[in-house]
């Protein structure tokens, strides 16, 4: 069965400071992976997935994500954290082509001025 | 539709009244979701559509939960009997699982804004 966890329920970073959003899953075969973000009284953002290739994903806002197979991580990173970027991340994995996602409990952000 | 589209964004009904709401995926996308989210929490999966295959009801939490998918487009999830812990937004999703592309589009799941339920 695929899971994702997202150790950390927060994550405070200082402006400025980069950040990163750890994400590890679980899944037999080849995983596709995903970020979204959901800020306050919205739906989820895509923001980058990784299905093949190139380890490190470039994604909006100057996010990136680097797959990591032998420790089965995806984790979220930013070299300079904005107030802008505090909302809720959330990770997620397909395990094949035409299953099910299936997504993290999510890491609510918080990036102090 | 440019988006995933939900309505009503809003809906407040009394307890044990029956509720609709719908669903508009992404013209083309042949996989839709339902999702449960309480406030600020994670996600709760209630139901999977892909194409003409036989729906994915294995989130859905009890027999008042059912969800149709009519021509293989617009959704609608139907609460029979509203109890107070259904209060929650609704997400709706929708993906192209019909294209290998490795494109922005392939194989990503595109949310709606959510419609949000209080059940008073």
């Known amino acids: 069965a695929q899971s994702v966890a997202q150790p950390e329920d927060q994550v405070n970073v200082a402006e400025g400071n980069p950040l990163t959003v750890k994400c590890t899953y679980s899944?037999?075969?080849?995983?596709?992976l995903f970020w979204y973000v959901q800020y306050p009284n919205r739906g989820l953002q895509f923001l980058l997935k990784y299905i093949t290739g190139d380890n490190l994903v470039k994604g909006s806002y100057g996010f990136e994500a680097e797959f990591n197979k032998s420790q089965t991580s995806f984790h979220l990173k930013k070299p300079s954290a904005l107030v802008s970027d505090s909302a809720l991340y959330f990770c997620?994995?397909?395990?094949?082509?035409?299953?099910?996602?299936?997504f993290g409990p999510g890491t609510r952000l918080s990036v102090l001025p | 539709g440019a988006g995933v589209s939900q309505s009503p964004s809003n809906k407040v009904t009394e307890k044990g009244k029956d509720v609709e709401l719908r669903c508009d995926p992404i013209?083309?996308?042949?996989?839709l979701y339902w999702y449960r989210q309480s406030l600020g929490q994670g996600l709760e999966f209630l139901i999977y559509?892909?194409?003409?295959?036989?729906?994915?009801k294995s989130g859905l939490p009890s027999d008042r939960f059912s969800a149709e998918r009519t021509g293989g487009s617009v959704s609608t999830l139907t609460i029979q009997r509203t109890q107070q812990e259904d209060s929650a937004v609704y997400l709706c999703a929708s993906s192209n699982t019909g294209s290998h592309s490795l494109s922005l589009s392939g194989n990503t799941i595109y949310f709606g804004e959510g419609s949000w339920l209080t059940v008073v």
């Open positions: 899944v037999s075969g080849n995983p596709y």
């Open positions: 559509f892909q194409g003409n295959s036989a729906p994915d």
């Open positions: 013209s083309g996308h042949t996989a």
């Open positions: 997620a994995v397909r395990a094949t082509y035409g299953q099910n996602f299936v």
